[in-house]
């Protein structure tokens, strides 16, 4: 009778594992400060170039492969970009919205998602991208 009280009061590994899991992403949000870019108006965004926000913005960020964040402060070139435009690297529905908002600039520039995908994943840093866009696409080119 004792053995079933305890087997009753025992939590399901389900419901251990769930409050494990909120404690630790309670823990991670307070030890990892998620940067925040206070840019006042669209026209603002339109005079940075890409490879400025890549450059300027890439310092903020441990830069990571094959995806937009880790979770953890770390972006890709693309995650990079859509946090400029206001994505916090955890929140997915506003993620397609900001996806949306750099894919418009990258156009505006000229620019292929793929190939800054590509130039990231291969191994590129940061810098070494920007300096590749700036090479490429001019250092006066912006996003209008």
Do not use: H
């Not at 404690?23 to 965004?45: G, H």
């Not at 450059?55 to 903020?60: E, I, L, M």
């Not at 402060?73 to 996806?99: F, H, P, Q």
Request: net charge positive.
């Amino acid at each position: 009778m004792a053995k079933q009280q305890l087997l009753n009061q025992e939590s399901s590994v389900s419901e251990v594992l769930n409050r494990y899991k909120k404690e630790l992403t309670k823990n991670i949000e307070r030890q990892i400060p998620v940067p925040t870019f206070s840019i006042t108006s669209e026209e603002s965004k339109q005079e940075v170039s890409i490879s400025q926000i890549i450059r300027t913005y890439g310092k903020y960020y441990k830069q990571i492969r094959k995806r937009y964040t880790d979770g953890l402060g770390g972006r890709c070139v693309m995650g990079l970009i859509m946090s400029y435009y206001g994505w916090d690297g955890k929140c997915i529905t506003n993620a397609e919205r900001r996806l949306y908002a750099a894919l418009i600039a990258l156009r505006r520039a000229g620019i292929s998602k793929e190939l800054l995908i590509e130039l990231n994943d291969s191994g590129a840093t940061f810098d070494d991208i920007a300096d590749y866009l700036d090479k490429n696409y001019g250092l006066a080119s912006n996003n209008r």
